[in-house]
Protein backbone atom coordinates (compact mmCIF):
# COMPACT_ATOMS: atom_id res chain seq x y z
CA UNK A 1 0.00 0.00 0.00
CA UNK A 2 2.66 2.47 0.67
CA UNK A 3 4.17 1.92 -2.94
CA UNK A 4 0.89 2.52 -3.89
CA UNK A 5 0.43 5.44 -2.10
CA UNK A 6 3.93 7.33 -2.92
CA UNK A 7 3.60 9.25 -5.62
CA UNK A 8 0.28 10.73 -4.88
CA UNK A 9 -0.18 14.05 -3.06
CA UNK A 10 -0.68 14.86 0.66
CA UNK A 11 -4.33 15.86 -0.27
CA UNK A 12 -5.00 12.78 -2.13
CA UNK A 13 -3.87 10.69 1.26
CA UNK A 14 -5.89 12.67 4.15
CA UNK A 15 -9.09 14.38 2.18
CA UNK A 16 -10.08 12.27 -0.89
CA UNK A 17 -9.51 8.65 0.39
CA UNK A 18 -10.91 9.43 3.70
CA UNK A 19 -13.74 11.18 2.17
CA UNK A 20 -14.30 8.89 -0.59
CA UNK A 21 -14.44 6.08 2.48
CA UNK A 22 -16.72 7.69 4.54
CA UNK A 23 -19.30 7.95 1.32
CA UNK A 24 -18.84 4.20 0.44
CA UNK A 25 -19.20 3.26 4.10
CA UNK A 26 -21.10 6.04 5.45
CA UNK A 27 -24.00 3.86 5.62
CA UNK A 28 -22.46 1.05 7.86
CA UNK A 29 -20.63 3.71 9.82
CA UNK A 30 -23.90 5.16 11.06
CA UNK A 31 -25.86 1.64 11.84
CA UNK A 32 -22.61 0.66 13.88
CA UNK A 33 -22.68 4.21 15.99
CA UNK A 34 -26.23 4.31 16.17
CA UNK A 35 -26.43 0.77 17.37
CA UNK A 36 -23.64 1.66 20.02
CA UNK A 37 -25.54 4.90 21.08
CA UNK A 38 -28.57 2.54 21.58
CA UNK A 39 -27.10 -0.07 23.53
CA UNK A 40 -25.60 2.68 25.75
CA UNK A 41 -28.66 3.98 26.60
CA UNK A 42 -30.40 0.71 27.11
CA UNK A 43 -27.79 -0.30 29.81
CA UNK A 44 -27.72 3.39 30.98
CA UNK A 45 -31.88 2.65 31.70
CA UNK A 46 -30.84 -0.68 32.97
CA UNK A 47 -28.78 0.46 35.98
CA UNK A 48 -31.12 3.63 36.73
CA UNK A 49 -33.93 1.01 37.02
CA UNK A 50 -32.49 -1.42 39.07
CA UNK A 51 -30.85 1.40 41.20
CA UNK A 52 -33.97 2.73 41.49
CA UNK A 53 -35.97 -0.77 42.45
CA UNK A 54 -33.47 -1.08 44.82
CA UNK A 55 -32.96 2.03 46.52
CA UNK A 56 -37.06 1.80 46.67
CA UNK A 57 -36.73 -1.88 48.30
CA UNK A 58 -34.38 -0.81 50.85
CA UNK A 59 -36.96 2.45 51.99
CA UNK A 60 -39.52 0.09 52.16
CA UNK A 61 -37.78 -2.58 54.21
CA UNK A 62 -36.32 0.20 56.37
CA UNK A 63 -39.85 1.34 57.16
CA UNK A 64 -41.41 -1.72 57.53
CA UNK A 65 -38.66 -2.75 60.19
CA UNK A 66 -39.21 0.95 62.16
CA UNK A 67 -42.96 0.55 62.27
CA UNK A 68 -42.07 -3.23 63.42
CA UNK A 69 -40.42 -2.08 66.89
CA UNK A 70 -43.17 0.39 68.03
Known amino acids: MG ?37 LFKVLLFVALVGGLVFVVRKFMASSTSKSDW
Open 3 to 39: EFLAGMPWWVKWVAIPVIALFVFGGLIASVVGFLVGL
